[in-house]
């Protein structure tokens, strides 16, 4: 059974940061990705970053608009434990911050950013940004 765990949340005042981390468990994956999003009171979950293997050494990272430049996705050399960075947050950044993963067939940003071409989710760990 797949299992990712989140670790990180918390409150931060406007510009401070946060590292958020996703481990996952029980399953080997020869290629797959992780992925994070995050959903604010009301609203819909949206991507945030992903990174992934297609196979070999060589990863790709992803970042939504809202967040590239601030935040930064990386992973550990095991390739189980994905990291986000994030830096100068913002009053709009407070969500539920969730991981997820999968390994089917996916190629491009539209693709990656699908929150439905991801099979396994994370419990979500609360990130509070206050102004």
């Known amino acids: 059974q797949v299992q990712l765990v989140e670790s990180g949340g918390g409150l931060v005042q406007t510009g401070g940061s946060l590292r958020l981390s996703c481990t996952v468990s029980g399953r080997t994956f020869s290629s797959y990705r992780m992925g994070w999003f995050r959903q604010a009171p009301g609203k819909e979950r949206d991507f945030v970053a992903v990174?992934?293997?297609?196979?070999?050494?060589?990863?790709?990272?992803y970042y939504a608009d809202s967040v590239r430049g601030r935040f930064t996705i990386t992973r550990d050399n095991t390739k189980t434990t994905v990291f986000l960075r994030m830096n100068s947050l913002k009053p709009e950044d407070t969500a539920v911050y969730s991981c997820a993963a999968d390994d089917d067939f996916c190629s491009g940003y539209e693709c990656y950013a699908d929150r439905r071409r991801y099979a396994y989710w994370g419990q979500g760990t609360q990130v509070t940004v206050s102004s």
């Open positions: 990174i992934g293997w297609p196979g070999g050494p060589s990863a790709y990272a």
